[in-house]
């Protein structure tokens, strides 16, 4: 399947005034995100995940490496016209009506006055704005900016959605009505790149993350895949003698008791029947032997504190 | 052709949200309806035999006045008015379409659309450009309706003043467009603007400058700059020319001099904005 979008190598390094000091966001990242897919790109504050997407949009250019969307290069104006941009923090003109602010932006987006105008009322119903159409959006609360937003981004039917902390300043209702909205529009063969601090958000929505850290791509996968990847364990036995569980550190396993079982951390499936071994060769009896699922918070939390490590160490 | 109509659109929509405009509107009809009321003439035979102003009577010393002639006079003079007023309006009404464009979270906003930068920043000089020629019209044709309603005297030379000032607005919008690309503040873009507006009328006097100045460096310096910046005092003293049409003493510029270079002006103004605005990273 052809990738909707793609990014090669891209590196970004800003540098200041003159040119006496520079940062590097972005070090050589690839992205690749087929249609229909919900892509997250997660990673702390200033891992690169904004000027990832300003780059998409043309909005910044890289100093090396490419990006595509459609197959067209990211510099041509043409490749954003079937792709709806939702930034961080937007600021609709304030004087502007929400229905204003959707004629002026589907327009500026190539639509006719007429589709436009047609289209505004299901919009608006969608995000749930449709008795504030004709209110200026500086009355408008922070939830509302939101979908507004929302609707700003969906109002020329775009493609491919690249989403900013979409559900920022939204209350849970709201949150959960972006979220089957945005899967609505992966089922309709939408591609979207999310990005989000909101890790339960991410883990909710998409279907493969990108993880960056200072500007890097440190882990890339399916959700469920990176969860998955800890290797930890939960077993149940008798006796729980301390004598066992020093036979099982000296293996090499991290182990923590908890409320009567052991959460055990192995290095291999290998590693765990061998844990196995030694636990019968006790004479002990296991009574439970089940993984023990991260969740993405965990995977993210464990991937940014092994780089700062890495970086210590250096 | 439909992402440029939005784009002027809004910039009328944004003039129309803000209050400077609505007092310029509002200062403007105010003087408009002033000097419809205040003025009464009375016209015998093509000249002017007495006349009030605020209801009372204006001594003409018993004499007849050619209508055609004072109102010729009027128009020559108040064209010079309307050069200043017209000029730093404009400006007023413009200078933030830069700005307020590249405001965070604004910017993303036109740019995640599949327009060019050029196409954007050109759709928001035009839509300025629309709305300084809105502004002068109203400005300058009620005017000239008032005068031909008292005194049945029609100069279409005075609403070609209107073409020089617009001349005038565009090249100094265009270095305003420049300035607010750059440093992304409308508070600059009008100082710096303006600056050059006052500047370029000391420099008419280059030759005089040149002589007080110690060295020959300097008395090059100021011709160069001359050279490089609008004519404004000679494009205010053009006007004028064209409202009179040579009479009242006032003698025509030499077009390609002041017009030509002060286009040339605001052509690079524009291109070197444009050439910016394609290539900043927000």
Known sequence: MTPVIQAEGLRKVYRSRFGTRRVTALDGIDLSVGPGEVFGLLGPNGAGKTTAVKILLGLTRPTR??????????????SRRRVGYLPEGHRFPGYLTARQTLSIFGRMSGMERAAVKSRIPELLERVRLSDWGDVKVKKFSKGMTQRLGLAAALVHDPEVLLLDEPTD??????????????????ERGRAILLNSHLLSEIELT???????????VAAEGRIADLTAQGSRY?????????????????????????????????????????????LRARGAMLAELAPVRSTLEDVFVDLVRTGEAEEKTQ | MRAWAASVEEVFREASARWTLLAYFTLSTLFIVIFALAVNLDIVNGALAGAKLFGKEVDLG?????????????????????????????????AHLVPRLQEKGTIDLYLSRPVGRTKLLLSRYSGGMLLAAANL????????????????????????????????????????????VVTSSTAVSLMVTYAI?????????????????????????????????????????????????????????????????????????????????SRKDF
Not at chain 2, 74 to 86: I, P, R
Request: proline fraction near 3%.
């Open chain 1, 206 to 216: 998409c279907d493969r993350v990108a993880v960056l850290r200072r500007g890097k």
């Open chain 2, 62 to 94: 018993g004499e007849k006045i050619d209508m055609d002639r004072l109102v010729l006079g009027f128009e020559t003079g108040f064209s010079g008015v309307l050069f200043m007023l017209g000029t730093f309006l404009a400006l007023f009404a413009t």
């Open chain 2, 197 to 277: 507006f006052f500047f370029a009328m000391l420099l008419s006097a280059r030759e005089k400058i040149a002589a007080a100045v110690s060295t020959e460096f300097s008395a090059n310096l100021v011709r160069t700059l001359y050279w490089v910046f609008p004519k404004t005092a000679e494009l205010a003293q053009g006007t004028v020319a064209l409202v009179s049409g040579g009479t009242h003493g006032v003698s025509p510029v030499d077009p390609l001099a002041v017009y030509g270079s002060t286009f040339l002006f605001g052509l690079v103004s524009l291109a070197l904005a444009t050439w910016r605005f």
């Open chain 1, 65 to 78: 490496g490419s990006a595509h969307l459609f197959g067209i290069p990211v510099a041509a104006p043409e």
């Open chain 2, 137 to 180: 019209l109203y400005l300058i044709g009620s005017i000239w309706l008032i005068v031909f309603w008292k005194t049945g005297v029609a100069h279409p030379r005075f609403l070609l003043g209107g073409v020089v000032i617009l001349f005038t607005v565009a090249c100094l919008v265009a270095f305003a467009f420049l300035i607010g």
């Open chain 1, 234 to 278: 939960r077993m149940a036995a008798s006796p729980l003698d301390d004598s066992l569980v020093s036979a099982f550190r000296e293996s090499g396993a991290s182990v923590e008791r908890v409320n009567g079982h052991l959460v055990i951390g192995t290095r291999d499936l290998a590693h765990v029947n061998s844990l196995v071994d030694t």
């Open chain 1, 169 to 186: 300043g939204v209350d849970p209702v709201g949150r959960r009505e972006i979220r089957d909205l945005l899967r609505g529009e992966a």
